[in-house]
């Protein structure tokens, strides 16, 4: 129901899109989240855009750097990472939600899609 893809190698201070490609169906009743996984470490959650009103929760390790945008025409979620930084890689994931807040708890994700890899390093 949610695939995410567009990851890969990125050089630090450069950009990358990721898409997650989800339903209207689904987006016309879930927030879409997306969520990263560094290695060794607990997943979490990076930024959101609501159901209805298309406003936006970033975290503050990302803020000014990523945004999320909807893709109307070809049904995704898109995330942007610009002024990308070693420490941004990580496993990527895009999910439903049954709102979008700060700090959106894993364990409150309606439905995860596959995870895209991003590696940023020189």
């Known amino acids: 129901q949610l695939q995410a893809s567009g990851g890969g190698l990125a050089q630090p201070g450069g950009s990358l899109t990721l898409s997650c490609a989800v339903s209207?169906?689904?987006?016309?009743?879930?927030?879409i989240g997306w969520f990263r996984q560094a290695p060794g470490k607990e997943r979490e959650w990076v930024l959101c855009?609501?159901?209805?009103?298309?406003?936006?929760s970033v975290a503050d390790s990302v803020k000014g750097r990523f945004t999320v945008s909807r893709d109307v025409a070809n049904n995704t979620v898109d995330l942007h990472m610009s002024g990308l930084k070693p420490e941004d890689t990580a496993v990527y994931y895009c999910a439903s939600l049954f709102d979008c807040h700060n700090n959106y708890d894993v364990r409150g994700v309606k439905s995860w899609g596959q995870g895209t890899l991003v590696t940023v390093s020189s």
């Open positions: 209207r169906f689904i987006q016309d009743r879930y927030a």
């Open positions: 855009i609501s159901r209805i009103s298309d406003s936006t």
